[in-house]
């Protein structure tokens, strides 16, 4: 690889390396099956480009989809589902003419999202994605040793008794509530959880703090990456654990507050979850290594 063209974006806070596979290849010879060996050596912060991660937009499996959506941790694991990332994904498309489309349907491992986009003096500014069911099954977050939905459940989780609730939003999530996330140790927390045995794919974990009715506070440990500003399917899984554990009602916007930004998102009784938030393009680069 000589060099590789990308584009830098991020989602309330929470930055990917974009890689356009549809409109070509951002490097001779190179797929999207070669993420996983970049984001070790672009994702550092200090010695390379710096990020949560990387994505690939490439051309959709389904055709019912405009584009595919493939999501890669800073470890070079790949996600399902990024909900910051998608939003990202579709202005992307839009800005840049390769989909002039207000609403569109993106492909993920986590299956068809739709977007509707928000476009002001013909930039897209705001995405809302509905982000699909919430999973609820244990075996379908997935979590072991449960044998029924863990919501507010007093739960061991890495060597230490927490009241957690567990779903999954296209990924697993570990959502707990608490006084104060700005006073935890997120790094040796969300680590020791992250790789409780329980969870057989790894965990995101959110701590939360309940601020009102629609008015919520968190931070996230991302599996495969740390602490990151924002995770837009915690920050939905957040939005369904506080209205299954009656700290927020059904059909009505719950603003949650990231390090990052806001969030708005609204979980209807089916557990069927939309999420709304801005999208930033940072810059166009073209990476040369050494």
Not at 197 to 208: D, I, S
């Amino acid at each position: 690889m000589n060099s590789l063209a990308f584009t830098k974006m991020h989602g309330t806070g929470n930055d990917y390396i974009y890689l356009d596979f549809l409109s070509g290849s951002p490097s001779p010879g190179l797929t999207p099956d070669d993420i996983p060996a970049l984001c070790p050596v672009l994702s550092p912060r200090h010695t390379s480009v710096g990020s949560d991660g990387m994505v690939g937009i490439c051309p959709p499996d389904d055709s019912r989809a405009d584009a595919l959506m493939r999501m890669f941790n800073a470890d070079g694991s790949e996600s399902a589902m990024c909900g910051n990332a998608i939003r990202c994904v579709g202005k992307f498309l839009y800005d840049r003419g390769i989909v002039k489309k207000e609403r569109m349907v993106i492909e993920t491992r986590a299956g068809l999202k739709e977007l509707r986009l928000t476009v002001e003096n013909g930039v897209c500014t705001r995405v809302s994605v509905d982000m699909g069911i919430a999973e609820i099954r244990p075996e379908k977050v997935p979590v072991i040793g449960y044998d029924a939905p863990v919501i507010g459940r007093n739960c061991i989780l890495g060597g230490q008794a927490y009241r957690a609730t567990m779903l999954s939003m296209g990924n697993p999530h570990c959502v707990i509530f608490t006084d104060d996330p700005d006073a935890l140790d997120l790094a040796e927390i969300g680590s020791r959880i992250e790789n409780d045995l329980q969870f057989p794919e790894r965990v995101n974990v959110e701590f939360v703090r309940v601020l009102g009715k629609t008015d919520l506070q968190m931070r996230v440990w991302e599996r495969g990456t740390g602490e990151t500003y924002a995770c837009g399917t915690g920050t939905c899984a957040t939005a369904v654990a506080a209205v299954l554990c009656g700290h927020c009602p059904y059909d009505e916007p719950i603003t949650v507050h990231l390090r990052g930004g806001d969030l708005t998102i609204t979980v209807s009784r089916d557990l069927r979850v939309t999420m709304e938030g801005g999208a930033v393009t940072v810059y166009d680069g073209v990476y040369y290594p050494e």
